[in-house]
């Protein structure tokens, strides 16, 4: 006699009495661990860590939890990767770029010096070669990357004096996030200084930074950074779209039913919409209460653009000659990243730039 026929004509009690157990069961609760390298004040970046976490909850019925933890509360913020490489948590959330000490590609999962913009950083990760580039190279730290959502193009941050040359970057001690930025501007004459967000107002009101660039408008505003270094430049060429990244530790992610890989699968990708989009809400109204409070928003000029630019291209250059596989991704990315170009003339650039000069 077949199962079906046996739990038919004997019932569930009567299947049970026998020992043998239905082919449908309940699933285990599964509990995770989630450490991020930003605070809770961010609301941008960490909500999408409580989104994603929410989500989770929601689609398993509560059978699937992952408590999110704010940086710091388990580990520093920069502790993450060694955590989920050990073992010691199943995901994180983070910007990539703050581990190029580790190795200089971590910098291709976040931003690079004139590199992608949001929506092109998208399409490279989910129908490029990104995602698959990435997470063959995090396998080397049990990780399996999934996107935690854009910031957009970034603002070229806050600086106590004006910068009105190249010359004027030469000795000035700057907060950067991380990533092959620091290498450029070193070239330039900035000192790097790389520190969480919740130390760098201090730095800043105390003279031993001189600048730091953060994100954009609403969170740069939380962060209160107008208040201690009044010039306010733009665009962030390091950071043309910053990508975070939910990181999953890959004995934990392949533990998971696939009921389970599913919805955290789902609830990523709704986390990363839902902050790009709110940045692109928020941002508007930050930078008008911004320079209502005197902020001074200011270009940078095509030289310093310029000088920009080819200490970047220097930077890649030296990390192709010493990695091989430094220089597949990068080359893929700007292969993917001339045929983006070639499209937005034709699309987004003409009609935006058109937009810029009518009243709406």
Same mark, same amino acid.
């Given at each position: ?19 043998i157990a239905p082919a ?40 699937? &939890? ?6 710091? !509360?388990?580990?520093? %913020? ?21 581990f190029t000490g580790k ?16 929506? =092109?950083?998208? +399409? ?26 854009? #910031? ?12 009105? #040359? ?35 107002? =201090? ?9 730091? &660039?953060?994100?954009? %408008? ?11 270094? %009044? ?23 392949? /533990?998971?039913? %696939? ?16 902050? #790009? ?43 192709? /000659? ?8 990068h080359q893929d990315m ?9 499209? #937005?003339?034709?699309? !987004? ?7 810029? +000069?009518?009243?709406?």
């Amino acid at each position: 006699m077949d199962r079906r026929s046996l739990i038919k004509r004997a019932g569930i009690a009567g299947v049970l009495a026998s020992g043998i157990a239905p082919a449908v069961h309940a699933q285990a609760a599964v509990r995770w661990r989630l450490a991020s390298s930003f605070p809770k004040s961010l609301d941008t970046i960490f909500g999408s860590a409580e989104v994603m976490s929410k989500t989770v909850k929601e689609l398993s019925g509560g059978k699937f &939890e992952i408590s999110v933890h704010a940086g710091g !509360e388990l580990m520093p %913020p920069f502790g993450v990767v060694d955590a989920l490489q050990n073992g010691t948590i199943e995901m994180a959330q983070t910007a990539p770029y703050y581990f190029t000490g580790k190795d200089p590609i971590f910098a291709f999962g976040c931003a690079v010096p004139f590199g992608l913009n949001a929506r =092109q950083m998208d +399409s490279w990760m989910e129908h490029g070669n990104g995602r698959k580039l990435m997470d063959a190279f995090y396998a080397k730290y049990n990780i399996k990357s999934f996107s935690a959502g854009n #910031t957009g193009t970034q603002m070229g941050g806050w600086y106590r004096k004006e910068i009105k #040359t190249v010359a004027d970057l030469k000795g000035l001690k700057m907060r950067m996030g991380g990533g092959l930025f620091g290498e450029a501007m070193a070239k330039l004459g900035v000192v790097a200084q790389n520190m969480p967000a919740g130390e760098v107002y =201090q730095a800043l009101e105390k003279g031993t930074l001189d600048a730091t &660039e953060f994100v954009g %408008p609403y969170d740069d505003e939380k962060l209160g950074f107008n208040k201690v270094a %009044p010039f306010y430049y733009y665009p962030g060429w390091w950071e043309g779209g910053a990508e975070l990244e939910f990181f999953v530790n890959t004995k934990a992610l392949a /533990a998971l039913s %696939p009921e389970n890989k599913a919805i955290l699968e789902a609830a990523c990708a709704v986390a990363a919409r839902d902050m #790009t989009a709110k940045y692109d809400a928020v941002n508007p109204t930050a930078l008008k209460r911004l320079v209502a409070a005197k902020t001074k928003l200011m270009p940078f000029s095509k030289d310093i653009m310029d000088a920009g630019w080819k200490a970047s291209m220097q930077v890649f250059a030296e990390h192709e /000659a010493k990695s091989p596989e430094f220089k597949k991704i990068h080359q893929d990315m700007r292969a993917f990243q001339r045929d983006q170009i070639l499209w #937005t003339r034709f699309s !987004e650039y003409r009609f935006d730039t058109y937009m810029t +000069s009518v009243k709406v």
